[in-house]
């Protein structure tokens, strides 16, 4: 590759790892993607991105393969390195907490260490994807960098071993890593195994023809959600400071579970009327009668974060970072874009 500006991607196949190429690319940038399969990058993501052979390359890694993560960065020496990959479904976790840990935690602080291990830390700067849920359940409080952190599941404590380690390793050695505490941001590209993306497919299924009702959890959690491509333009601006901090990445407005299911539906041409009430709870179309959506105690979780409400001020004052994607605009787009595939 050329004498451009480099940066390393991991978790690429990932929502965040498409936009963030996009991005990157768009700026120039020779990126190099990892991923456990390089076969699963969807192309098609990139739109009419350039990514020919010079600008653009995928490895097959997996994060926690310490001799291979560390053979390519060596290699690679990259300006920026975003790490993106993670184990990042909050249930999987309480099913799987020792892989979350080695994924998450392990391997995140692996990589750290290799910076300062290959004498690297003057030049490569990097950013670590971390999240709201460090700071465990607020009960809707206003969180800022400085709230405190009670992690409540596996996931989150994964999250929050990465981020104790990283900023003793930036205290002790001067690495430039920046930890984005990111809330909740979806897009089309959001697996199905979160709920934005499960509402916007199951509204799609039913405009085909579908008669399964929705299943969900708890409808009244309430989530700050933003949208993806927003997230990653604030990943980039973090690393472009003169010194590493930390930045909350939020919109500072939640809406429950329930807001989503009915604006989404209601994207579609459907309003839906709640029925029943605790598990016997059902939303049925007001119009034709239909069942629509029904509850699943399968979905609660024992430890439920009831709402999550990001300050993103410091991220404004000091990046002149913004959420640019309204609430409204984010389920509609997801709406669509699950209508259209559809179709
Ligand atoms: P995704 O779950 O969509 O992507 C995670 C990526 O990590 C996937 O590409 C996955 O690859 C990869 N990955 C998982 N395990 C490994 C492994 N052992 N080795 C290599 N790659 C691996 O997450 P998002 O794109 O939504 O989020 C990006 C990051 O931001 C994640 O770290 C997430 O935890 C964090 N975050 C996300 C938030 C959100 O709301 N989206 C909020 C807060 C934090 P594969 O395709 O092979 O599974
Ligand atoms: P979250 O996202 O756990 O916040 O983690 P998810 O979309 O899974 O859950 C959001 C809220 O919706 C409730 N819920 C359901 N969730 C799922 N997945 N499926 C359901 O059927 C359902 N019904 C209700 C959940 O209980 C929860 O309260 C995401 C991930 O991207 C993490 O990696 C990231 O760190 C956090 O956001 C910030």
Redesign the pocket.
Known sequence: MTDRRSALVTGVTGQDGAYLVELLLGKGYAVHGIARDVAAFDYSRLGNTRYDAGEFRLYNCDITDEAGLRKLVAAIRPDEIYNLA?Q????TSLADPRRTMEINATAAVSLLRMIVDLEFQEHTRLFQAS???VFGDASGAVLTESSPMRPCNP??ES?YQAYVASTRLRAETGLFVVNGF?????SPYRSA????R?ISLAVASRARGGRAPL?????D?R?DWGHARDYVAGMWLSLQRDQPDDYIFATGENHS?REFVEFAFATAGRRIRWQGAGLHEAGHDAETAERLVEI?PA???PH??SA?LGDASKALQELEWRPRTTFEELVREMVISDLDRTR
């Open positions: 993670a990042s479904h909050v249930p999240s709201s849920e996931y989150a999250r990111l809330f909740n941001h979806e195994a979160f709920v934005t499960k299943r969900l959890g708890n409808l959690v989530r579970v699943d979905f609660f979780r439920e974060i999550t």
